[in-house]
């Protein structure tokens, strides 16, 4: 639930970005909402990409929004970007209610609408829809840049041990300790 003017909206988010808010706290939620015949449904995201991405995922044929929110809950707008641009329907076969004819129209629906971001150093995450692009998520919607949240998950995951790795809070935490204060310059409002 997001208050906003004394009324509360109930706002369906990927599970990072609902971990990354705190009750009584100021938050700031791209949101879009989809009329159905018997339903009005607000779907919030922590950047403007995932809408855009969101809004992309919707418009393929077989995509309802609860599977686009799953896409997005598992994979980032760039990882995305990516598979589509290599081709790559297994990336999206792995996200639940996404079986392999879906994978596929994915691939090909959005085929030239997504750009691949270039990126100088090469990051792969370690296990797609594990803790490592949870707390991905969770650090770009907290305003660091991907670039900055990638390479701190990265360095904490090859420094703890494979239980710290394996648990989003611990490796929230981890990751945030070495971010630390020295590092909020990355950070974008």
């Known amino acids: 639930m997001i208050e906003v003017g004394g009324v509360g909206f ?25 009329v159905r015949e018997d339903s009005l449904t607000l779907f919030g995201f ?11 995922l919707i418009g393929v044929t077989g995509v309802g929004p609860k599977s686009a929110l799953g896409v997005l809950s598992v994979l980032s707008p760039g990882q995305i970007a990516e598979a589509v641009q290599r081709d790559d329907d297994a990336v999206f076969r792995k996200v639940s209610g996404i079986g392999p004819k879906t994978a596929k129209l994915i ?5 030239g609408k997504l750009i691949a971001p270039v990126s100088s150093t ?13 707390v991905l998520a969770a650090l770009t919607g907290l ?3 991907e670039r900055v949240a990638a390479e701190a998950v990265d360095e904490t995951i090859a420094a ?17 300790a070495r971010l630390g204060p020295a590092q909020q310059t990355g950070r974008t409002r």
């Open 160 to 176: 703890a041990s494979d239980i710290e790795a394996a648990s989003v809070p611990t490796l929230l935490r981890l990751t945030l």
């Open 107 to 111: 691939t090909v629906s959005l085929a």
């Open 122 to 134: 090469p990051h792969a995450p370690v296990v797609v829809g594990g803790a490592a692009d949870s």
């Open 143 to 145: 305003g660091w840049s």
């Open 46 to 56: 922590a950047t403007r990409d995932e809408l855009d991405v969101f809004d992309l």
């Open 10 to 34: 109930h706002v369906n988010t990927t599970p990072a970005l609902a971990l990354s808010m705190r009750e009584g706290h100021e938050a700031s939620v791209h949101t879009t909402l989809v």
